[in-house]
């Protein structure tokens, strides 16, 4: 399958959600002076000019205001807007000469006219001050300014310079968010594509990597669909592979039968001899091989069957009554503890045929007990089967056990005359389930088998 490039590349993605990303800090940081000077610099009103215009006519034609005792007729305006209106008056040298005493903030607005160089206003939080208007007066500079007291509602960007500790604070926060958008947006590709390993890896040669990522134009969508390509030919040749053991298997019974046929004529003959019947011996056993092998391919061959939502009792009916049967001929005892209420959904003949195998094995080895119980463990069902028998030797055979032909050399193997396929065949069966199955010695002996399946 060729992937076509494509220049949406992760690089230009991580590239640009940072860059974006201290852009927006840096800007919205960095933007908080600039309203501030905006503000602070904002131009005088024209009715706060006329104001002070119409003082300054006042003060042109009547001179003698300037003089101390008459102070007191301009110092205050208390009618101007329903809001109390002080005027300040300030000569060349920047003294206020109608006011003994300059608030703070009087002085600090008088800086930052000067520094505008032309009339502005100032909201501060409880006072509104404004100027300058200059006038000249018998040939000397003069300059009006005006302050209302009152408390007016700043913008909401004097909140953010003030607190610098907060500001900073919402702007990791900020950063931490948009960075986090950034990380989710790329990880759920990968969360995607590790799932699908994950459920390949157990078994599910189906499972694909979702439409949603292996449609994305970037590298995730590229590398979704390179898994995908990989999931089909892994699919096309494990299910090649168990169509020829299939097909061997089946083409094995037709030579097998008639050997089997002719055996049968030289015995009706009367051409029995030791020969022939290790020949029929050997035979059987290739029979039942053969059969073995195409048991595993059709479990493994299967998974498109639909499971069906079973009690796992009515499942395992048939299976548990021979199993007893077949313990009490031998003298041993099967205990049984198995809720009614255990339902799952299953593939009925493979799971009954696992665990076939298992209580099969669990009952030629046993000294004189097996047991098979399962409950509920979160959102599995756990099968495990006991017996009290020797167990394994080699820990390392644990596993092995349930690979085809593997046969381990230890007490419970070499009096058997299985091919290694029964176990294999289980294991496969509860991969088709997406289940898991384990085996551990269990103390002070025995084999301990444990199944998890999935409850829904």
């Known amino acids: 399958m060729i992937i076509s490039p494509s220049p949406n590349r992760i690089f230009i993605k991580l590239l640009l959600g940072f860059w974006i990303c201290s852009s927006v800090i840096i800007a919205a940081v960095g933007l908080l002076p600039l309203l501030q000077q905006n503000h602070d610099q904002a131009p005088l009103p024209p009715h706060l000019e006329t104001l002070l215009s119409r003082i300054a006519n006042r003060i042109i034609e009547q001179p003698e205001l300037l003089e101390r005792p008459h102070f007191k007729h301009f110092r205050n305006i208390k009618n101007f807007r329903g809001k109390p209106l002080r005027i300040y008056l300030v000569n060349e040298q920047g003294q206020v000469v109608n006011r003994d005493r300059m608030s703070r903030g009087m002085r600090r607005f008088m800086l930052m006219a000067e520094e505008a160089n032309h009339p502005i206003s100032h909201q501060f939080k409880n006072e509104l ?46 950063s931490g968010l948009l960075c986090g958008l950034l990380a989710w947006h790329l990880g759920k590709p990968l969360r995607s594509l590790k799932q699908s390993a994950e459920t390949l890896a157990k078994g599910d040669l189906q499972h694909r990597v979702d439409p949603s990522t292996s449609k994305r134009s970037d590298e995730f969508g590229q590398l979704a669909q390179a898994f995908n390509a990989m999931a089909d030919a892994v699919e096309n040749m494990v299910n090649s592979q168990q169509r020829l053991i299939s097909d061997i298997s089946h083409e094995l019974r037709t030579p097998l039968t008639r050997l089997q046929l002719a055996l049968a004529l030289a015995r009706k003959k009367d051409q029995g001899s030791t020969e022939i019947e290790r020949i029929g011996y050997e035979a059987e056993q290739l029979d039942q091989m053969i059969g073995e092998l195409l048991e595993l391919s059709r479990v493994k061959l299967n998974f498109n069957d639909v499971k069906h939502p079973l009690a796992l009792n009515e499942t395992l009916t048939q299976v548990l009554d021979d199993a007893d049967f077949e313990a009490e001929q031998q003298q041993k005892q099967l205990v049984i503890n198995i809720d009614d209420e255990i339902r799952l959904p299953t593939y009925p003949r493979p799971l009954a045929r696992a665990v076939e195998n298992l209580l099969r094995n669990a009952i030629r080895y046993a000294d004189k007990r097996i047991t098979i119980e399962a409950k509920y463990l979160d959102e599995q069902v756990e099968l495990v089967i006991l017996d009290d028998g020797p167990g394994i030797e080699n820990p390392q055979d644990l596993q092995a056990i349930f690979e085809p032909f593997y046969r381990p050399q230890s007490a419970r193997e070499r009096e058997s005359g299985g091919w290694g396929l029964g176990l294999a065949i289980t294991k496969a069966a509860i991969d088709a389930h997406q289940g898991s199955i384990y085996a551990t010695n269990a103390q002070p002996n025995g084999l301990k088998v444990t199944i998890t399946l999935p409850a829904h």
């Open 129 to 174: 001050i404004f100027g300058p208007y200059e006038f000249q007066v018998h040939d000397e500079q003069y300059s009006l300014y005006g302050r209302i007291d009152d408390h007016h509602p700043r913008p909401w960007f004097f909140f953010f310079s003030e607190n610098k500790l907060l500001t900073l604070s919402l702007a990791i926060l900020l």
